[in-house]
């Protein structure tokens, strides 16, 4: 069969040049790119893995830190209200003027019937979103009774402090487990210098008729003794006794002076010390629930 005579089938099959091109040598030089490419892309490999774990090293980082990469512009918004399941659980009605570092008042409206609350252990604890710090607010106590004039909790009241202005999350927990939250902003305080009063022969500074103290004056870095009085006779010592301090301007809680429970008394000799000069304000807890707030100025220290 001449060339002519086969089919378009095989005459397309075959090369078109009259002499092989694809020669050994060339096919060796292809070899050697195609190894070449694998080895190069291989080597890129790493690179990539390495770049991701370097990113997910910063997301821990920054995790770790309190923040987070995906968050930190992130606004958190108040929420007065709890519901589950689309059902309201929770509503909560602070004083209007609730401020850091003072004992205000709460009306939480539940919303459940009593039933379900009846017989078990409520306790509510409040967190700063900010910085994580954990306060107690209300003790764990035996559900007993409805709300007086009502058949439910619809108007369960509640006083205490917090001790840093921002948002704060609110947690209620209902025989240990989450029952319900709400999320509040609380604002910042007055950094006015608490006034001195007089009680017996001595001149104090603080809250009367609740707690306060001699205050010789603060010098920065530099430990003084101060005595403690406990004013208020349901107030008296009993417990743990600690007491916490933060800076004007600043969120970070340092705790200065921590006492055990040693029987009842009404004064406390202590010894206190504020690492920088300005505005602190002493936050004063007895068993981790905050009395109150005492605003005193720390001197420059001189010799430093």
Same mark, same amino acid.
């Given at each position: 069969?001449?060339?002519?005579?086969?089919?378009?089938? !095989?005459?397309?099959?075959?090369?078109? %040049?009259? /002499?092989?091109?694809?020669?050994?040598?060339?096919?060796?030089? @292809?070899?050697?790119?195609?190894?070449? #490419?694998?080895?190069?892309?291989?080597?890129?490999?790493?690179? *990539?893995?390495?770049?991701?774990?370097?990113?997910?090293?910063?997301?821990?980082?920054?995790?770790?830190?309190?923040?987070?990469?995906?968050?930190?512009?992130?606004?958190?918004?108040?929420?007065?209200? +709890? +519901?589950?399941?689309?059902?309201?659980?929770?509503?909560?009605?602070?004083?209007?003027?609730?401020?850091?570092?003072?004992?205000?008042?709460?009306? %939480?409206?539940?919303?459940?019937?009593?039933?379900?609350?009846?017989?078990?252990?409520?306790?509510?604890?409040?967190?700063?979103?900010?910085?994580?710090?954990?306060?107690?607010? @209300?003790?764990?106590?035996?559900?007993?009774?409805? /709300?007086?004039?009502?058949?439910?909790?619809?108007?369960?009241?509640?006083?205490?402090?917090?001790?840093?202005?921002?948002?704060?999350? +609110?947690?209620?927990?209902?025989?240990?487990?989450?029952?319900?939250?709400? @999320?509040?902003?609380?604002?910042?305080?007055?950094?006015?210098?608490?006034?001195?009063?007089?009680?017996?022969?001595?001149?104090?500074?603080?809250?009367?008729?609740?707690?306060?103290? *001699? !205050?010789?004056?603060?010098?920065?870095?530099?430990?003084?003794?101060?005595?403690? %009085?406990?004013? !208020?006779?349901?107030?008296?010592?009993?417990?743990?006794?600690?007491?916490?301090?933060?800076?004007?301007? /600043?969120?970070?809680?340092?705790?200065?002076?921590? +006492?055990?429970?040693?029987?009842?008394?009404?004064?406390?000799?202590?010894?206190?010390?504020?690492?920088?000069? #300005?505005?602190?304000?002493?936050?004063?807890?007895?068993?981790?629930?905050?009395?109150?707030?005492? *605003?005193? !100025?720390?001197?420059?220290?001189?010799?430093?």
């Amino acid at each position: 069969m001449s060339k002519h005579d086969r089919s378009w089938e !095989d005459r397309l099959a075959e090369s078109p %040049f009259d /002499s092989s091109r694809f020669t050994e040598e060339l096919k060796e030089n @292809v070899r050697s790119r195609v190894k070449g #490419g694998a080895v190069r892309r291989s080597l890129r490999v790493p690179a *990539v893995l390495l770049g991701a774990v370097a990113f997910i090293g910063l997301v821990i980082f920054y995790a770790m830190d309190g923040s987070s990469l995906f968050s930190r512009g992130e606004q958190i918004e108040a929420r007065q209200a +709890y +519901y589950r399941d689309g059902q309201l659980l929770l509503e909560a009605f602070p004083d209007p003027e609730l401020k850091a570092g003072i004992s205000y008042g709460y009306l %939480f409206h539940f919303a459940a019937p009593f039933e379900e609350l009846r017989g078990k252990t409520l306790s509510l604890e409040a967190v700063h979103l900010r910085t994580g710090e954990r306060t107690k607010a @209300v003790e764990p106590f035996v559900v007993e009774a409805p /709300s007086s004039g009502y058949e439910g909790l619809e108007r369960w009241t509640a006083s205490f402090a917090l001790p840093l202005p921002g948002m704060w999350r +609110y947690e209620f927990t209902l025989d240990g487990e989450h029952y319900a939250d709400v @999320v509040l902003e609380v604002a910042e305080p007055d950094w006015s210098l608490t006034p001195t009063f007089s009680k017996e022969t001595y001149e104090l500074r603080g809250i009367p008729g609740t707690i306060a103290f *001699v !205050d010789p004056g603060f010098i920065a870095n530099q430990h003084n003794k101060y005595m403690w %009085f406990f004013l !208020d006779r349901n107030l008296a010592q009993k417990g743990d006794f600690e007491v916490k301090a933060v800076r004007e301007g /600043s969120d970070k809680l340092l705790s200065i002076l921590k +006492y055990g429970p040693a029987g009842s008394y009404d004064r406390l000799p202590s010894s206190m010390m504020l690492p920088e000069p #300005g505005k602190w304000r002493l936050l004063p807890y007895m068993n981790g629930k905050l009395i109150g707030s005492i *605003v005193v !100025d720390v001197a420059k220290n001189e010799e430093s």
